[in-house]
């Protein structure tokens, strides 16, 4: 089955900086990769997702780029504000089975 | 309407208890799933019915029996729990297999 690796589980950074999450994937049959935000006692919610036919994506200060040979994909996020710090999870998916989380990544944006 | 709703938020049973948990959405969704998560941990997924059929079931032990009585709900019967089930049951819903998928708020289950 499908086994994704999240990198960093920490990630501490200045208000204005910019933040990059990586993820790889094990299952080369997965071509649906979103990524959610979850604050502390809330759900994850989805804020993008890239599928393997489109190799970046981009959604006003959030990215997510794709290397399907390589395996893995990224999350960027630019001009980080306070309210950006949450924990982060990617997922990875092929058609007709469920989504299988990463280990998440706790993001602290400090002012 | 476009959320997931679960009920209720909070729930504390005994080992000996009997409950349920639900889940409804009114987003034509045919995909439907339970997952488990425990504090500073993903998402584990439990189950998942598509199109009102268990599509998946990940091994769950048997005092967890998830029901799909439509195309717009979801339970979830909780018999005879361990304190090592308390966690927050997540319910999320997507158009298809293939979509993307959306998360109730969870309901924080307490077993003592």
């Known amino acids: 089955g499908e086994n994704v690796e999240q990198h960093p589980s920490t990630l501490s950074v200045q208000e204005g900086d910019s933040a990059v999450i990586k993820c790889t994937y094990s299952d080369s049959a997965s071509n649906y990769f979103p990524w959610y935000k979850q604050e502390l006692g809330k759900r994850p919610q989805l804020i993008i997702d890239?599928?393997?036919?489109?190799g970046e994506k981009k959604d006003q200060r959030i990215a997510v780029t794709l290397n399907k040979t390589a395996k893995h994909f990224s999350l960027h996020i630019t001009e980080t504000q306070p309210e950006d710090s949450a924990v982060y999870f990617c997922a990875a998916r092929q058609a007709g089975t469920a989504l299988i989380f990463g280990k998440g990544t706790t993001l602290s944006v400090s002012s | 309407d476009t959320e997931v709703t679960q009920t209720p938020k909070h729930l504390v049973m005994g080992m000996t208890n009997k409950k349920s948990l639900k889940c409804e959405q009114h987003m034509g969704h045919r995909a439907m799933y339970w997952y488990k998560q425990k504090a500073k941990k993903p998402p584990e997924l439990m189950f998942v019915?598509?199109?009102?059929?268990?599509?998946i079931n990940e091994s769950v032990p048997s005092r967890f029996s998830p029901e799909c009585p439509n195309s717009s709900l979801l339970n979830l019967h909780l018999h005879a729990l361990q304190p090592e089930d308390s966690a927050l049951y997540l319910c999320?819903?997507?158009?298809?297999?293939?979509?993307?998928?959306?998360f109730g708020q969870g309901t924080r289950l307490t077993v003592v």
């Open positions: 019915y598509s199109y009102e059929k268990l599509s």
């Open positions: 999320a819903s997507s158009q298809e297999l293939i979509t993307e998928a959306f």
């Open positions: 890239i599928r393997s036919n489109v």
